[in-house]
């Protein structure tokens, strides 16, 4: 999607992903090598490969990241050795990719975030944690966590081990359980001089701690909570280091209070909507202020609008070939896949938006393509 934004800028994009067929070297045409090593081209490889990164930084002007989970010891050599521009910041991104050193940092810059503690992969000291912080404690891997794979619920103290097997032995922590009554998140652009601008904020749904849907704009009775989490996530980025887009996951509470769970420092599956309904994408404003371009409006350009993800039910595709069929019979319905190559249960394929009119009909079409759904007994 960052590619298909650049492309209409006539900004050019190298890859580096595994496999010449990587979902966004589909989008861009390159050759897959060269010789020449000057020439822009995609590379194979991995994200976690410093090699690999070496070299495609040694053909750009600007580098940045759609995922968190990638080798910062090179970036920071690229940084210290080059004229390249790196965004987010290597930092900022060694910081985000640890969970806990992220709530750290959270913390000492004031943002609202609910309690949490240390804790080592020890039967004792989970157990001491939930003295603490009480049951269900939410037991979180520190690094390599994504779509809710480093979450554990730990539900009775006495099957600490379990939870510890459960994260793989990894560097934990423990936070303590929200009971949260909607999960909202806004998507804040940094420019390189450090002004932030966001997002409309929006409400997401979970299923199995993965994206499930996102409704914008904010429904409610409390007319100055998307203002409130707007400036909470405006304050959290400014705290941070570097040019992109940065999505803000908070928690809304009873008593209309707002946590920050955690925030992401690249384009997010909850701004995926902002491609048809607002006026400027999440993608083209990460891609303006990367380049120091002015940044686009960030409004909402349609009354009512949700985002529905395709999300692997198996190893085929089928289940979402169904609801594909049926988002192409429903108006305002956008259907995003996103070319890779293997379907898996938990894994995200694509997803699709739909803009309404009102909600009303955003409802009636969203039910269209529910029904659809694997598992809907609707
Ligand atoms: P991921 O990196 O997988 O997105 P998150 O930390 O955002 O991990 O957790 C995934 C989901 O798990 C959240 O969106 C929320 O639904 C739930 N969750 C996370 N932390 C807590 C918590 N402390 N209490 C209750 N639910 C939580
Ligand atoms: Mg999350």
Redesign the pocket.
């Known amino acids: 999607m960052l590619a298909a934004s650049a492309s209409l800028l006539n900004i050019k994009i190298a890859v580096l992903d595994v496999g010449e067929a990587a979902p966004a070297k589909q989008v861009v045409s390159l050759p897959s090598s060269t010789s020449d090593a000057k020439k822009l081209a995609h590379i194979d490889g991995s994200f976690k490969d410093p090699a690999k990164i070496k070299e495609l930084a040694a053909t750009v002007d600007v580098l940045t990241v759609e995922i968190e989970h990638v080798d910062v010891n090179a970036l920071e050599e690229v940084q210290r050795s080059t004229q390249v521009e790196i965004h987010p910041s290597p930092s900022t991104i060694r910081l985000i990719q640890d969970?806990y050193r992220q709530k750290e940092h959270l913390k000492e810059k004031g943002c609202p975030i609910?309690e949490?503690i240390r804790v080592d992969s020890t039967v004792e000291s989970v157990k001491d944690a939930a003295k603490k912080l009480g049951l269900p404690l939410?037991l979180?891997s520190r690094t390599l966590?994504?779509?809710?794979?480093?979450?554990h619920?730990l539900k009775d103290a006495e099957r600490a081990q379990e939870a510890i097997d459960a994260l793989g032995n990894r560097e934990m922590y423990a936070?303590?359980?929200?009971?949260?009554v909607k999960?909202i998140a806004v998507m804040v652009v940094r420019a390189c001089d450090g002004t932030v601008v966001s997002y409309p904020t929006v409400e997401?749904v979970?299923k199995d701690?993965?994206?499930h849907l996102v409704f914008a704009p904010l429904r409610g009775t409390d007319p100055s909570l998307g203002e409130r989490a707007r400036t909470i996530a405006e304050q959290a980025v400014a705290a941070l280091d570097g040019a992109g887009v940065f999505g803000v996951?908070m928690?809304l509470m009873e008593d209309g209070s707002i946590f920050i769970?955690?925030i992401?420092p690249r384009p997010h599956n909850s701004g995926h909507y902002t491609i048809e309904a607002c006026e400027t994408s999440q993608y083209e404003n990460h891609l303006r202020s990367i380049l120091s371009l002015p940044l686009g409006s960030t409004a909402l350009k349609v009354p009512s609008t949700v985002m529905l993800n395709l999300i692997g039910a198996s190893s085929s595709m089928s289940e979402i070939q169904s609801v594909v069929e049926v988002a192409l019979t429903v108006p305002g319905a956008s259907t995003h896949l996103y070319g890779k190559s293997e379907c898996r249960k938990g894994r995200k394929m694509g997803h699709i938006t739909i803009v309404a009119p009102s909600d009303a009909e955003l409802r009636t079409r969203l039910r269209l393509l529910l029904q659809a759904l694997p598992g809907s007994t609707q």
């Open positions: 969970k609910s949490y939410m979180k966590a994504y779509d809710g794979r480093g979450n619920v936070e303590k359980w929200v009971p949260f999960e997401t979970h701690n993965i994206c996951e928690f769970n955690e992401a």
